[in-house]
């Protein structure tokens, strides 16, 4: 690394606020945006075009299945992108994941379907997915980093909230693309979700997309450098030749905590876009039953509920300074268990379809604003339960080995939990809240972080000081 990267403990930070907020927000929305357009499309086309069963439930799971595998990938990305964020920076890990993620979603875009190539589809989709989940097994962390270890005396829970907004704006991007297809293609019946010419190659378009939004992301990352925290962690010789190890040996209660700190955010996430979305617009008198929305109607619906998720993520930034990350995200964790308790009370379908309509957006308005809260937090709590010299991947491997309990099965869960229950929400209401009790516990045992000190806590084996 080049001297002048390198600033003194009294200079002005080397990033700019502006270049620090839209870099770490830049980012996350990408890697966001490509997850959710897979998402959308889990439950929207790839059933028929690439696991035609036979059977809707069946194809439906394999889809999920899929999904879900990007998730196991995740924690071997953390451990790769840690390794290389924690013994040569952030920058250029940071690069990298958004490189592979961007290539693989737009490889998504161009894939033949089971048609032309019969099982070979699902395969080479199944390939490019776990590429996706490796991709964002690195970006998260280091998103976390660039925001945390560049914030202000005071202000690092409002800092990290910036890569957290990442997941609502790209949640709205995504589908807000997959609107525009939709509405630009003919539907016969007028009302159809999905045309002909949307199954042929209008789905293919949102993956085309994410490359210009990856132009623009490397744009911005190109343009930073590596936060003073890192560069003097590195100039004390505190970096480790294997971050890994020092996590494991060291700070494995903090991976337990942070694994589990993150649980239920990542239930409630998954359950609040991807199973709501096939539950709502599942017919009334199908073999699983749903709500019976057209997809338009409800996307629409999660789109209103996304914004209290990114206004609310907002909001928790500062409240977790003020008051302490903890102490949040124990009232908002009880939040959620009761939550998922309520799920019948809002998510059946009534004889009145304007009451329906109304009890099923307050729900999602409900379930949003805890996301946020939740959520927003998570760029600072879990960076501050580790070291400069292994704070990407002690980070990063909790918050992805998190997403293998919370995340990978949750739509496989939740769908088998709605088929149990004859259609009935209510179990996947008992899971939300079982992951809740557990994320409760969890922060319980743990201790608040807020008063952590970046810049004196590099890590054992530092061999001098600035």
Not at 162 to 185: D, T
Not at 352 to 372: E, I, N, R, S, W
Request: charged share 10%; hydrophobic share 55%.
């Amino acid at each position: 690394m080049s001297s002048a990267t390198i600033t003194s403990p009294t200079s002005a930070p080397v990033n700019p606020r502006s270049r620090v907020i839209l870099a770490s927000l830049v980012g996350t929305t990408i890697e966001f945006y490509d997850f959710y357009a897979y998402a959308t499309a889990a439950v929207l086309v790839f059933p028929s075009l690439f696991f035609p069963t036979g059977d809707d439930t069946t194809a439906l799971l394999s889809s999920f299945a899929v999904f879900g595998a990007a998730m196991v990938a995740r924690p071997i990305g953390a451990v790769v992108f840690g390794h290389f964020g924690d013994r040569f920076g952030r920058k250029a890990t940071l690069v990298a994941s958004l490189l592979t993620m961007g290539i693989a979603t737009f490889l998504i875009g161009c894939l033949p379907t089971y048609q032309n190539i019969g099982w070979w589809a699902a395969l080479l989709l199944l390939f490019l997915r776990l590429a996706q989940g490796f991709a964002l097994g690195g970006e998260w962390s280091g998103a976390a980093l660039v925001a945390t270890e560049n914030a202000p005396a005071g202000k690092r829970a409002w800092y990290g909230t910036f890569p957290q907004m990442g997941a609502p704006i790209g949640f709205i991007i995504a589908n807000a693309v997959f609107l525009i297809i939709n509405f630009a293609l003919p539907h016969p019946d007028g009302t159809a979700q999905r045309s002909a010419e949307f199954l042929a190659w209008g789905w293919r378009v949102p993956f085309w997309f994410s490359a210009i939004m990856v132009i623009i992301g490397l744009w911005v990352r190109l343009r930073l450098v590596e936060s003073e925290t890192f560069t003097k962690a590195e100039k004390v010789g505190a970096l480790r030749r294997f971050p890994l190890g020092q996590v494991l040996r060291n700070h494995w209660w903090q991976l337990i905590l942070g694994t589990f700190i993150m649980l239920a955010t990542y239930v409630l996430f998954y359950l609040m876009t991807s199973f709501t979305l096939s539950y709502g617009t599942a017919k009334t008198d199908a073999a699983t039953p749903g709500l019976g929305f057209s997809y338009t109607d409800f996307v629409l619906m999660q789109i209103i509920g996304v914004i209290f998720f990114g206004v609310f993520t907002l909001l928790s930034g500062p409240l977790a300074d003020a008051v302490g990350r903890r102490k949040l995200l124990l009232w908002v964790t009880a939040g959620i268990v009761v939550f998922g308790l309520l799920f019948t009370v809002f998510l059946l379908p009534y004889a009145d379809p304007k009451f329906t309509g109304a009890l099923t957006q307050a729900f999602l308005v409900f379930g949003f604003m805890l996301m946020g809260a939740t959520f927003g937090p998570m760029g600072a709590i879990l960076p501050e339960l580790f070291p400069t010299n292994v704070r990407y991947t002690g980070s990063a491997i909790a918050y992805n080995v998190s997403s293998i309990l919370g995340a990978a099965v949750a739509p496989l869960i939740a769908v088998w939990l709605w088929s149990v229950g004859g259609g009935s929400p209510w179990l996947v209401g008992i899971y939300l809240s079982g992951a809740g009790i557990l994320t409760f516990i969890a922060l319980a045992l743990s201790k608040e972080t807020k008063d952590v000190d970046y810049s004196g806590d590099l890590g054992a084996g530092a061999t001098g000081s600035l």
